[in-house]
């Protein structure tokens, strides 16, 4: 049963994220398999993000900045680090989620048109997971009155919840700003609350994922 706030409790919320694999769409990486000597002189930059990621993700919830973004070209090793991220959080005992863009919006579509008692089944995790990874956005399809909606809610309920949410991204920022509309930027990139590197070097084409 719920309690008398009427929401299930933490253990009830963490079963529902940990029991379920499709929760982890991508293999998770540990930054001990980071090999910098793939990144020639960009290698400096890829050192200082996996440090800041890994403090982000050992301080767990008393991090500030503890929602991460990184965009910029494709190949260039944002969902690896994105990955090591997730697994530095499993480690310190947190419920994580890890999907695509097109599975969150697939999930968001299953949501919105769905009804009954399994309503919320699949996009719950999403909004209750400690940590959610949302792995190249900008790729996934435009719904009327679901992708940028949803996509706004996820970002703004999670944030308002203090939990940690990971994107990565091909899109520069003026580029999820014009996509997602300035609302959705904003939160997505608050300087407060947000950890955001670019990569703007070319594809190394060598981190498999």
């Known amino acids: 049963g719920l309690p008398a706030d009427g929401k299930p409790c933490k253990c009830a919320a963490d079963l529902t994220v940990t029991e379920r694999s499709d929760n982890i769409e991508l293999p998770l990486h540990d930054f001990s398999e980071l090999n910098l000597a793939l990144f020639g002189d960009h290698a400096p930059l890829i050192e200082k993000v996996a440090g800041d990621l890994k403090i982000i993700a ?8 503890k929602n991460v973004n990184l965009i910029g070209k494709a190949g260039t090793g944002k969902t690896f680090l994105a990955t090591c991220f997730a697994n530095e959080c499993m480690k310190n005992g947190r419920t994580v989620v890890v999907i695509t863009a097109f599975s969150l919006i697939r999930r968001a579509l299953d949501y919105h048109t769905s009804f ?6 699949d996009f719950t995790p999403v909004l209750e997971a400690d940590v959610l990874v949302v792995d190249d956005l900008g790729t996934e399809s435009t719904y009327k009155n679901v992708t940028l909606e949803y996509l706004y809610h996820v970002i703004n309920e999670r944030q308002l919840r203090g939990k940690t949410t990971v994107v990565t991204s091909n899109l520069t920022l003026d580029g999820i700003a014009n996509k997602y509309g300035e609302r959705t930027a904003s939160r997505l990139f608050d300087r407060k609350l947000c950890y955001a590197k670019e990569f703007n070097f070319d594809d190394v084409r060598k981190i498999k994922i």
Do not use: C, E, L, Y
Request: aromatic content about 0%; overall charge neutral.
């Open 116 to 121: 009954g008692d399994n309503k919320r089944d």
């Open 58 to 65: 050992d301080r767990g919830d008393s991090a500030v900045r």
